[in-house]
């Protein structure tokens, strides 16, 4: 599975994108400045994106068209708003433990869609 994290600010992007690295081995983990995240989902085709924005980019404010996408603001309540599939719902606290909880829906999720 492919994750791309282009989240602000960057210590926590950098310590999310290791911390999954390290705890799921097998999600290639992509970390992005966020003004790059656009060119990295058109490249990458990531199966989940952790990003400071909605499932949006550039000027145009088209949608990526990804099924899974957390809009993770850490300052902001509430700090983090996920899409799975076309389900939603927010995080009132983000963990290392919910992060890891969203890879694992998203990963049965993108087994249950190809199978």
């Known amino acids: 599975m492919q994750l791309i994290v282009a989240i602000e600010p960057r210590s ?10 390290a705890l799921r081995p097998h999600v ?8 790059t995240l ?9 199966e989940l994106v952790f990003a400071g924005l909605p499932d949006t980019f550039g000027a145009s404010g088209k949608a990526t068209g990804r099924s899974a996408w957390v809009e993770f603001r850490p300052y902001e ?3 983090a708003k996920v899409c799975l599939g076309g389900k939603r719902w927010e995080l009132k606290e983000v963990e290392l433990s919910d992060l890891l909880s969203v890879v694992d829906e998203a990963e049965e999720y993108g087994r249950t869609v190809r199978g």
């Open 38 to 46: 656009g060119a990295g989902v058109r490249r990458l085709k990531p």
């Open 77 to 79: 309540h509430p700090p």
């Open 12 to 21: 926590y992007r950098q310590v999310i994108g290791q911390a999954i690295s």
């Open 28 to 35: 290639e983990v992509t970390i992005l400045e966020p003004d």
